[in-house]
C-alpha cells in the first residue's frame, strides 16, 4: 500500500507539472498574438485612406482676440445710446406715459386775450369733423393748423395746460384763443372767462404761418345780406365765397374774401379791408379742400 500511493503521488505532480507547463506556455503563446494583432492594428491605421473615414485633424490654433475699442470710439458709442431726458425741439418726442412738451421754437408764440366754450356747444361737431367734448383738452384757433398741440399760460396767475387744436375761432375781436371748459378750468379762468394768456406751440415740424388764409369780413343771419355784401365785393376781390355755420343761436352765413399764401400776407390783406371798406377783419387758415359749408 505505500508503495502504489508513493506511485500515485508521483503520476499525480507529474501530471500536475505537465498542466503547469501546457498552461504557461498557452499563456505566452496568447500574449504574443495579443501583441502582434495590436502592433497591427495600429499599422493598418496608420496607412492613408484606411481606418476612420474622418480625417485626423491636429490641434488647431487658438483663435485671434478681439482688438480693444479705441477710447474714443467706446465713448461716442456710449453716447449715441442714451436717451435724452428732454428730447430737442427737432426730434418727436419718445412715447411716454406723460411725456414732457418740449420747448416751443424760438418766435413760435404769441400773447392776447383767451376765452371758453362749453354748453351749447358740447356734443356739436368741431371744424376738423369731431364731436366737440368740453372735457377733453381742446381749443379753437383762427389759424393753427388742426392737431397742432400748444401750451397756454394765463399772464395773471402763471398756471398753463396743453391744449390740442380741433376747432376754428373765436371770431371775436381782442381773442385769439378759445379754450374747452377742461383747459379753462387747468388755467383757473373759467370765473373771469377772459384772461390774459401766452400760446406756444409745442408741436414740432409745425410752420403756423405756412399754407392758404382767408379773411372773413362778415356774418349774417340773414342769407339775402351775405349775398350782396358778397356781390358788391366781388367786383374788386376775387375769390369770394359764403360760408354757412350752423351754431346754437341757428345759422349764420359768413362771407370770406381772398385765397393768400402765408399768414403774414394774409394779416395785410386784412388790414388792407379794414383800412377801405371799415371791416373787422379775421384772419383765417384755409384747411384742406372747399372750406365746410360753402355755398356760394
Known amino acids: 500500500m505505500p508503495r502504489a500511493r508513493r506511485i500515485l503521488r508521483k ?28 502592433l497591427g492594428f495600429l499599422f493598418v491605421l ?6 476612420s473615414r474622418r480625417p485626423v485633424i491636429g490641434r488647431q490654433p487658438p483663435p485671434a482676440q478681439p482688438a480693444e475699442t479705441p477710447p474714443a470710439t467706446e465713448e461716442a458709442a456710449k453716447r449715441s445710446t442714451n436717451v435724452p431726458e428732454t428730447p430737442p425741439p427737432s426730434t ?11 420747448p416751443a421754437p424760438p418766435g413760435y ?3 392776447g386775450n383767451a376765452s371758453w366754450y362749453g354748453v351749447p356747444f358740447h356734443g356739436r361737431r368741431a371744424s376738423n369733423g369731431e364731436i366737440y367734448d368740453m372735457y377733453k383738452l381742446t381749443a379753437a384757433h383762427r389759424t393753427l393748423p388742426f392737431e397742432t398741440m ?9 398756471k398753463s395746460t396743453v391744449v390740442r387744436i380741433t376747432d376754428r375761432g373765436p371770431f371775436v ?13 387747468e388755467v383757473d379762468s373759467v370765473g373771469p372767462g377772459v384772461v390774459p394768456v401766452r400760446v406756444e406751440v409745442l408741436s414740432p415740424g409745425i410752420d403756423p404761418t405756412s399754407g392758404f388764409f382767408t379773411v372773413q369780413v362778415g ?7 351775405a349775398e350782396r355784401l358778397h356781390d358788391r365785393l366781388s367786383a374788386s376781390y ?8 350752423d351754431s346754437p343761436d341757428g345759422v349764420f352765413y359768413r362771407v370770406r374774401v381772398g385765397r393768400i399764401s402765408g399768414e403774414d400776407a394774409g394779416r395785410q390783406f386784412g388790414e388792407q379791408l379794414r383800412g377801405r371798406e371799415g371791416f373787422t377783419p379775421f384772419v383765417t387758415r384755409l384747411d384742406e379742400g372747399t372750406p365746410a359749408g360753402a355755398i356760394r
Open 238 to 245: 376775387s375769390p369770394i365765397f359764403i360760408q354757412q355755420y
Open 11 to 38: 503520476t499525480r505532480n507529474h501530471d500536475l507539472g505537465r498542466l503547469v507547463i501546457l498552461t504557461g506556455t498557452s499563456t505566452r503563446h496568447h500574449v504574443v498574438l495579443c501583441i502582434v494583432y495590436f
Open 46 to 51: 496608420m496607412l492613408p485612406g484606411c481606418g
Open 219 to 225: 356774418a349774417f343771419r340773414d342769407r339775402a345780406n
Open 109 to 111: 408764440a404769441e400773447e
Open 173 to 185: 375781436d381782442n381773442r385769439i384763443i378759445d379754450l374747452s371748459l377742461a383747459a379753462a378750468r
Open 92 to 102: 418727436p418726442a419718445s412715447k411716454r406715459n406723460k411725456p414732457t412738451p418740449a
Open 150 to 158: 400748444v401750451r397756454v399760460t394765463n399772464l395773471s396767475n402763471g
